[in-house]
């Protein structure tokens, strides 16, 4: 079976540059979560949707960040205008629940490296 | 601040021996998961185990939990060169619907 699928697994770009992250879920999951991933900072919840809806962006740093879910296959995180304090690991996961009651593990990509020079 | 913290930060020992890991956490969870990464890759779940579990194995892994502590560990036994990689205790807060990730160990097994 596919997993989480992200793309692209690596970006540079100068900073004041958008940025565009794209993630494909697991089939069948109804949950997507993006993280941020820094040694400073550890791994950072972003925002997470549930069945398309966006339901807690209060991870999401500023204004500068936004992200979508058009469908239940797709998502994006963009960033606009990009800075050097945005380079990161970024992760998009999928659970079929968000660990609560139904206690679903969540199932991660391999993330993008963003490098803004 | 993150809800759980691991302990050691880092963890270096010999093939063959086992490795524990600890993870302490502030508030009243559902349940407590552990993942681990390898460089370069996402996480994977290793485990989860319940509020009401003390104890819970999968293969050569064995994690507790004490809530009246609020605190997890994991234990490797028979440690291999594969197991090397970052160990992350997440928990799933009581009235939350998200997890919190610890900041990791880093577990190296030397040949």
């Known amino acids: 079976d596919a997993g989480v699928i992200q793309s692209p697994r690596h970006e540079v770009t100068e900073m004041g540059q958008e940025v565009t992250l794209r993630c494909k879920p697991i089939?069948?999951?109804?949950?997507l979560f993006w993280y941020r991933q820094t040694m400073m900072r550890g791994l950072e919840l972003l925002i997470y949707?549930?069945?398309?809806?966006?339901?807690?962006d209060s991870g999401m740093p500023e204004d500068r960040f936004s992200a979508k879910m058009p469908n239940a296959s797709f998502s994006t995180l963009k960033i606009q205008p990009s800075e050097p304090r945005d380079s990161a690991v970024y992760f998009c996961?999928?659970?079929?629940?968000?660990?609560?009651?139904?206690?679903?593990?969540?199932?991660f990509g391999d993330g993008t490296r963003l490098s803004i020079l | 601040s993150q809800q759980g913290e691991e302990d050691p930060q880092a963890l270096s020992i010999q093939e063959g021996e086992n490795a524990t890991m600890n993870c302490s956490y502030k508030?009243?969870?559902?349940?407590l998961q552990w993942y681990r990464q390898n460089s370069g890759r996402g996480l994977v779940h290793l485990i989860l185990i319940r509020s009401n579990e003390r104890e819970k194995h999968s293969g050569r892994l064995r994690v507790t939990l004490d809530t009246s502590k609020k605190s997890s560990s994991l234990l490797i036994t028979a440690s291999r060169a594969a197991d090397t990689a970052s160990y992350f205790c997440a928990t799933v807060i009581q009235g939350a619907q998200k997890l919190v990730f610890g900041q990791g160990t880093r577990l190296t097994i030397n040949p």
């Open positions: 508030t009243s969870i559902n349940n």
């Open positions: 996961a999928s659970s079929l629940a968000a660990g609560t009651g139904d206690n679903q593990p969540q199932h």
């Open positions: 089939s069948g999951h109804d949950y």
């Open positions: 949707f549930n069945n398309n809806v966006p339901i807690d």
